[in-house]
């Protein structure tokens, strides 16, 4: 097991375990829409970016390894608006010709 903070509150989760699913299932809800479980992380979305409390880092929790001693911010403004930016870039460009679930990710 490997404690870590979220929202400055000390958590456990697995040792390996990526940050998305982890956060997840400690109840916390993450937008998302390029991760699925048992694909590569494509890091695309950027909609499940969370920040490094200690460094103010934006970084995208489904590509993360929990490693211990972390403290992460799962919701601020700057997060949200940054997550905002994220679904307007993908909108901006998506023609929208795909069938759900998407063959293999969305986007």
């Known amino acids: 097991m490997i404690r870590f903070k979220v929202n400055h509150k000390e958590v456990e989760v697995a040792r390996g375990a990526y940050l ?19 694909l ?16 103010g880092a ?7 390894r929990v490693e211990p001693e972390m403290d992460i911010i799962t919701d601020d403004e700057e997060i949200f608006e940054a997550r905002k930016t994220g679904l307007e ?5 998506h023609v929208g010709d795909c069938e759900a679930p998407c063959t293999k990710a969305c986007p």
């Open 20 to 38: 998305l699913p982890a956060l997840q299932a400690l109840g916390y809800d993450i937008p998302h829409l390029c991760y699925y479980e048992g």
């Open 40 to 55: 590569e992380h494509y890091t695309s979305c950027m909609l499940c970016l969370v920040k490094d409390a200690r460094t």
């Open 58 to 64: 934006l970084i995208p929790s489904c590509s993360l």
């Open 89 to 93: 870039l993908l909108l901006s460009d």
